[in-house]
């Protein structure tokens, strides 16, 4: 089992930034990947970023050269850099651990962003 704990959430003026961190515990084996995914209301969840425990990254293209996506591993977090937000920005921020060997997905309790004037 793993265990995700989240925080960095909050309200942000547009082209504000927040960083969102998340940090995993118990059974941490490689190869895994952590990473982001966000839902906002009356759409479906959607990937934001995420980044393997070998150093790869990939990105939303709506998020692309604003966001930044980093891990740290010996402490088992990454962190969200997210930069020039927008008001579609806005929804729940989920962090997710991928265990590649058994192919499961454990997932955060959420984090609101709201980006509004």
């Known amino acids: 089992q793993v265990q995700l704990v989240e925080s960095g959430g909050g309200l942000v003026q547009p082209g504000g930034s927040l960083r969102l961190s998340c940090t995993a515990s118990?059974?941490?084996?490689?190869?895994?990947?952590m990473g982001w995914y966000r839902q906002a209301p009356g759409k479906e969840r959607e990937l934001v970023a995420r980044?393997?425990?070998?150093?790869?990254?990939n990105y939303a293209d709506s998020v692309k050269g604003r966001f930044t996506i980093s891990r740290d591993n010996a402490k088992n977090t990454v962190y969200l850099q997210m930069n020039s937000l927008k008001p579609e920005d806005t929804a729940v921020f989920y962090c997710?651990?991928?265990?590649?060997?058994?192919?499961?997905?454990?997932w955060g309790q959420g984090t609101q962003v709201t980006v509004s004037s």
């Open positions: 997710t651990f991928r265990d590649f060997r058994v192919s499961r997905d454990y």
């Open positions: 980044a393997s425990s070998g150093g790869s990254t």
């Open positions: 118990g059974s941490i084996f490689s190869p895994n990947a």
